[in-house]
Every structure is written in structure tokens, then in C-alpha cells.
């Protein structure tokens, strides 16, 4: 390093995420899915995620498509993950209160789609590089 330069360092600090309503123990991008399937297959379409740094990720599905939302603080109206290319409306997706909304397509995404990009929210705090999402606020 020359004198006068400035040394630039970095910080890496990786936030942990619990499912709202199961365990208190952080779970990792590893284990998101496997998390939410269980939930799936037991009923529960709704999921709430909390990060350590206090976002929040919502994942609803109708097991088909599903709509992944982070949001950054409380009253926040976040963004989602787009389908561009999908048309139609999807019912079904049943809130845990028992709301049942439905949604178009292009604002939710196959499932297996959500669970990579729940994956890697969990993982490293930002959408993947090619996801498609639109901001709401």
C-alpha cells in the first residue's frame, strides 16, 4: 500500500432467519426448504421468516406457485418475486388467519422457484442475481 492510499476493508455480517411460529433455532439456507415442505405438507401454506437484523420474508403458496415477499421493517410494503411471462389468476392461497387470496400469476412464482429464492434470501440476504421481483413501496 502506498502512503496517503486508503485501505478499504470489509465486513461480512450474515444475518440468521427462524421460522416465526416453529422453532426458536435459526434455520439455514441448507434446511429452508425441507422447513417449508414440512410445513406444506402439514397444512400450513403460510410462512413467516425473521431475520436477526429484524426483516421479515413472507412465503405463501397454494403448493403450485408461491409468493415470496421480504420486507424490511414493520409496515413496510416490501417487494415480491415476479413471473413476467405467466398470465392467468391463481386461487388458494390460504393465509393462516383463514383468508383465502388469490394472486396473478406474473406476482407469484413456481414453487420450486420459491424455494431457491427463499434459499437464497436466507442465505445471503438479497435476491439472486436473475430473479425477477418488482418493489412495492
Given at each position: 500500500?502506498s502512503?496517503?492510499s486508503?485501505?478499504?476493508?470489509?465486513v461480512?455480517?450474515?444475518?440468521s432467519w427462524?421460522?416465526?411460529?416453529?422453532?426458536?433455532?435459526?434455520?439455514?439456507?441448507?434446511a429452508?426448504?425441507?422447513?417449508?415442505?414440512?410445513?406444506?405438507?402439514s397444512?400450513?401454506?403460510?410462512?413467516?421468516?425473521t431475520s436477526?437484523?429484524?426483516?421479515?420474508?413472507?412465503?405463501?403458496t397454494?403448493?403450485?406457485?408461491?409468493?415470496?415477499?421480504?420486507?424490511?421493517?414493520?409496515g413496510?410494503?416490501?417487494?415480491?418475486?415476479?413471473?413476467?411471462?405467466?398470465?392467468?389468476?391463481s386461487?388458494?392461497?390460504?393465509?393462516?388467519?383463514?383468508?383465502?387470496?388469490?394472486y396473478?400469476?406474473?406476482d407469484?412464482?413456481?414453487?420450486?422457484?420459491?424455494?431457491g429464492?427463499?434459499?437464497?434470501?436466507?442465505?445471503?440476504?438479497?435476491?439472486?442475481?436473475?430473479?425477477?421481483?418488482?418493489?412495492?413501496r
Amino acid at each position: 500500500m502506498s502512503p496517503g492510499s486508503v485501505r478499504e476493508s470489509v465486513v461480512l455480517v450474515i444475518e440468521s432467519w427462524v421460522i416465526n411460529d416453529d422453532s426458536p433455532a435459526p434455520v439455514s439456507s441448507e434446511a429452508v426448504r425441507e422447513a417449508l415442505r414440512a410445513r406444506i405438507d402439514s397444512g400450513r401454506l403460510e410462512t413467516w421468516l425473521t431475520s436477526s437484523s429484524g426483516r421479515s420474508l413472507a412465503f405463501v403458496t397454494h403448493t403450485e406457485r408461491a409468493m415470496v415477499m421480504p420486507l424490511g421493517e414493520e409496515g413496510d410494503p416490501g417487494e415480491h418475486a415476479v413471473d413476467p411471462e405467466a398470465t392467468g389468476l391463481s386461487g388458494g392461497f390460504v393465509l393462516s388467519n383463514g383468508q383465502d387470496d388469490a394472486y396473478p400469476d406474473e406476482d407469484t412464482v413456481p414453487v420450486d422457484e420459491a424455494f431457491g429464492l427463499v434459499e437464497h434470501l436466507v442465505g445471503t440476504g438479497f435476491w439472486p442475481a436473475d430473479a425477477h421481483w418488482v418493489g412495492d413501496r
